[in-house]
Nanobody, 126 residues
Framework: QVQVVESGGGWVQAGGSLTLSCAAS????????MNWYRQAPGKERELIGS???????NVVDSLQARFTISRGNTQNTALLRMTSLEPEDTAVYYC????????????????????WGQGTQVTVSS
């Protein structure tokens, strides 16, 4: 069906930058939005922001100054650019592809629930 894979996580010192990538694959016709979330230890998963089919993107107010979301160079990819990283940004970062239209058994289907990746760990040391 549809697979979502995040990559680019790792260890970085405070003040550094990191770019995460999300790639959705499968018999995809279109994706309405690709959303980035993160979950820090002991905390709930929180929305970072989204990029929609038109290419318009937004990031939550608290992260807008440091994080940007954009399209990747290949189809159905999204990038999360993070700058001035802080130890509080340490979390598992997830990508969600929402409103996915795909072909299965020669039938066009729509998944409104979306597809999640397995997450990529980002660790920021002080």
């Amino acid at each position: 069906q549809v697979q979502v894979v995040e990559s680019g996580g790792g260890w970085v010192q405070a003040g550094g930058s990191l770019t995460l990538s999300c790639a959705a694959s499968g018999s995809i016709v279109s994706i309405n939005a690709m959303n980035w979330y993160r979950q820090a230890p002991g905390k709930e998963r929180e929305l970072i922001g989204s990029i929609i089919k038109s290419g318009s993107s937004n990031v939550v107010d608290s992260l807008q100054a440091r994080f940007t979301i954009s399209r990747g160079n290949t189809q159905n990819t999204a990038l999360l650019r993070m700058t001035s990283l802080e130890p509080e940004d340490t979390a598992v970062y997830y990508c969600n592809a929402a409103g996915v239209k795909f072909v299965l058994d020669e039938v066009l289907r729509t998944s409104t629930a979306g597809y999640w990746g397995q997450g990529t760990q980002v660790t920021v040391s002080s």
